[in-house]
């Protein structure tokens, strides 16, 4: 069954006009009786606009879990993103000066249609991502709507002015943003950037990542039918290299706010330092979970495997090392391999996103063993019984050293180090021990004790004894893991800058 998209949530919002080809390529298929998938259409969105790109160029994309074609997006240029920023420049006067309240009631409308469409976002996320359904509708698709309820009562709260002494301090939009996003919580890593950038009063050009393209082209829709005017929010999809480099070095973007690897991170950075323009960058990390001495060690372990397993091992801020003292060492490794067993390929956890990234991960989990380490679970051949789809065994690496690479590189898959350490200063060494510091947990006998260790830590979030995800707290790096925060208060804050005017 197909029927035509978004678009016409769009046109009845009165704030986009589909053009003839996008509206027929903007279909949405039921998946075997169940909720239906966004295929994508082959338009970009540009001035509250579907329309064709500029060259005919697409990217074409693949189930990972069956590895076949389900959507077709176009591969837009600078050309297409010459046209989005021109057209965020020319809506960026309009809603900046929109009140704040009316700001939030667009959020609020968008938190609402997200909600909605909750089965369809989770069912082209698990399509694109290869995610399975509990966890695409549980996370992909319900986070995303927290976070922009989150922003729509900001929107409405912030105080963008305020008094010192003399002076009348004014909180103004930085501008238009260039947002550029990865593939691995592709709708929650959209909004963390467009809902505070709206927020703001900025307006938005976004580049998804190439492999999940068909979120966003949704997401799109959705905010058309909120109620966003032309122009402050495009979309082009496209490369990396091509339509991504194009918004970043753009002169007509303000700020860049970019998530993803490191190596493409210092690259934007570099860029947008030369130019002197603002830059958040949320990057790479490998977060150590700490198991200090009386803590419940079984859970401990228990939970940890669940964090980096969670989304095959694809997300940024995974616990994916495991340091637990001398003493206990042994029991912890033997809880780990049976709790991986738990994860079975194909049911439980999904395939990684691409063939690329699943040859990168088994290359990792081979480069364990020759530098030494103990692989008691999984390993690097296929799963059995799997005929198709990037699948990835979940695997737990044991005597595992600090200076290992599989200890201090970002795999980015379903792979676990548990390190022994002496006492806690040695676990405090090893934990702080690597470029990144995005994230990390620290399980204590007592609060106290695991929060006098956080605070030692280098690194940007810990959840103390498996405290949850809180999608107002601000999320960002230490060191190499980037530059900024996102979420809350703190995210709005990146896309804000501050006027004083003296009386
Ligand atoms: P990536 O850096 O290759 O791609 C991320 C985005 O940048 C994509 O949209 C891509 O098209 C774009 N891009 C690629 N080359 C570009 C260029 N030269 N100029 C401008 N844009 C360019 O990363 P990925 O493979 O999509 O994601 C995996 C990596 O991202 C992992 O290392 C992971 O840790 C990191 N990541 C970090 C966070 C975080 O919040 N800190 C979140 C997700 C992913």
């Known amino acids: 069954m197909a029927q035509g998209g978004g678009t016409d949530r769009a046109d009845a919002a009165g704030g986009a006009e589909p053009a003839e080809d996008a509206d027929r390529a903007g279909d949405v298929d039921q998946a075997g009786g169940g909720a239906g998938i966004h295929r994508g259409r082959e338009a970009v969105f540009i001035g509250g606009a579907w329309r064709p790109a500029a060259t005919d160029g697409t990217i074409d994309v693949v189930n990972p879990a069956t590895e ?23 809506a960026l006067p309009g809603w900046a000066a929109t009140p704040p309240d009316e700001r939030a009631a667009v959020l609020g409308a968008a938190r609402d249609l997200l909600a909605a469409r909750r089965e369809e976002i989770a069912a082209t996320v698990s399509a694109e991502l290869g995610a399975p359904m509990a966890f695409a509708t549980a996370v992909h698709a319900d986070l995303p709507t927290a976070v922009m309820a989150s922003y729509a009562e900001l929107a409405a709260a912030h105080p963008f002015e305020e008094r010192v002494g003399n002076s009348r301090v004014l909180q103004e939009p930085v501008g238009v943003v260039g947002a550029i996003t990865p593939w691995n919580y592709p709708l929650h890593q959209i909004v963390a950037k467009v809902a505070p950038a709206l927020a703001a009063g900025c307006t938005v050009v976004l580049k998804p990542a190439e492999d999940t393209p068909l979120v966003a082209q949704l997401f799109t829709d959705i905010l058309a039918a909120a109620g966003l005017p032309a122009g402050v929010f495009n979309l082009v999809t496209g490369l990396g290299p091509v339509a ?107 395939p990684v996103v691409n063939a690329k990234q699943r040859d990168r991960v088994r290359g990792y989990i081979r480069r364990g063993v020759d530098e030494g380490a103990r692989i008691v679970a999984g390993g690097p051949d296929a799963p059995e019984g799997l ?117």
């Open 244 to 350: 991504g480099q194009a918004l970043a070095e753009h002169p007509g973007v303000d700020l860049v706010s970019f998530t993803g690897s490191t190596a493409v991170g210092r690259q934007i950075g570099a860029t947008a330092g030369a130019a002197v323009k603002r830059v958040a960058l949320e990057l790479g990390g490998k977060s150590a979970n700490v198991i200090l001495p009386g803590a419940d060690l079984a859970r401990a372990v228990n939970v940890g495997l669940a964090n980096v397993f969670a989304n095959s091992g694809q997300t940024c801020s995974a616990w994916t090392r495991i340091l637990v003292d001398a003493a206990r060492y042994d029991e912890a490794v033997a809880i780990a391999t049976a709790s991986a067993a738990k994860y079975v390929p194909g049911d439980r956890l999904g």
């Open 387 to 503: 005929e198709a789809g990037y699948y990835v065994r979940p695997t737990v690496f044991a005597d595992v050293e600090p200076a290992m690479a599989i200890a201090q590189e970002e795999i980015f898959g379903p792979v676990v180090v548990m390190i022994r350490y002496e006492d806690e200063e040695d676990a405090l060494r090893i934990a702080n021990g690597t470029v990144y510091g995005l994230a990390g947990a620290v399980w204590g006998a007592d609060e106290e004790s695991a929060v006098a260790f956080a605070r030692r830590m280098d690194t940007g979030q810990v959840d103390i004894n498996g405290g949850r995800f809180n999608p107002q707290a601000p999320f960002g790096g230490y060191k190499q893991s980037g530059v900024g925060r996102e979420l809350g208060a703190h995210g709005l804050a990146e896309y804000l800058q501050t006027k004083s005017l003296q009386f």
């Open 68 to 90: 076949q074609v389900i959507g077709r997006v176009p591969a837009g240029t600078a050309q297409d993103v010459d046209a989005a920023v021109t057209a965020a420049r020319a």
